[in-house]
């Protein structure tokens, strides 16, 4: 495209949501990125997302706080151990599912973007290599451009359609770290881990990690992750 147009780009400083952003940077999006701090229990992913957003030249970058703790439901969100060392998918959608997450965030981007004026919302949703999130399916980004096109002045009043982008929808998470890497992607400068020690070096064996260490080595990429212990 010749001129910049501007896109919402769901960050969160993990492994998808940046390779995301390198991927609307590149397609020649002007990238205005939206962190959402949530009361999760992994917020060094907040940190992660701006030193991603400036090392990726994103336009701007704000954080949004909000509190789903005091809703609770996950391990992410609440005093619920996080599991370790199982297999992704194997006791079914794991207690690190945070209720209607992508839900809530999403409408959060799609403000950000009324706001903006953009019609292009991006998220690193995968419905591949995933942990059995059902706000992660192809359904349900489908369902909320409907919705968006019918809750906002811009689609009800000028006509704007809004288009959620989903990049990395059926990738592998091998394919995921591949495509970043030809894009210059840092992933140090990520985070993905679910339960990371105090000094933020990542556990290495929940859901999360599992799928991160094995995309790397599918990948046949070193793993730049920090590791406790």
């Given amino acids: 495209m010749t001129d910049q147009q501007p896109a919402s780009i769901l960050l969160s400083g993990g492994l998808d949501s940046t390779t995301v952003l390198a991927i609307a940077r590149a397609e ?4 205005h990125c939206l962190t959402v701090d949530y009361g999760q229990r992994h917020r060094i992913e907040v940190e992660a997302a701006a030193r991603v957003a400036i090392a990726l030249g994103a336009s701007s970058h704000r954080i949004v706080r909000i509190d789903l703790r ?6 992410l969100t609440a005093d619920i151990d996080v599991p ?8 079914g959608t794991p ?3 945070v209720p209607a997450r992508n839900t809530v965030l999403l409408a959060l981007l799609l403000g950000h973007a009324e706001v903006l004026g953009a019609n292009h919302l991006f998220i690193g949703a995968n419905a591949v290599d995933y942990s059995g999130y059902p706000d992660c399916r192809p359904a349900f980004l489908e369902a909320f451009e ?3 096109d019918l809750a906002t002045v811009a689609a009800v009043e000028r006509g704007v359609r809004f288009r959620v982008h989903a990049p990395l929808l059926e990738l592998t998470k091998a394919e ?6 030809a894009l210059g992607v840092d992933y140090s400068l990520t ?6 020690s105090p000094d933020g070096g990542a556990c290495g064996d929940c859901d999360s990690c599992t799928l991160r260490r ?3 080595s599918a990948a046949g990429v070193p793993d730049p992750t920090r590791y406790a212990g």
Avoid: N
Wanted: proline letters at 5%; charged letters at 20%; one cysteine or more.
């Fill in 214 to 216: 094995r995309g790397f």
């Fill in 28 to 31: 020649g999006f002007a990238c």
């Fill in 191 to 196: 985070h993905s881990c679910y339960d990371p």
């Fill in 95 to 97: 207690v690190t599912y």
């Fill in 84 to 91: 370790h060392g199982l297999e992704p998918g194997e006791e």
């Fill in 70 to 75: 005091s809703i609770g439901g996950s391990a």
């Fill in 176 to 181: 995921i770290i591949r495509r970043g890497v």
């Fill in 146 to 148: 409907r919705l968006a």
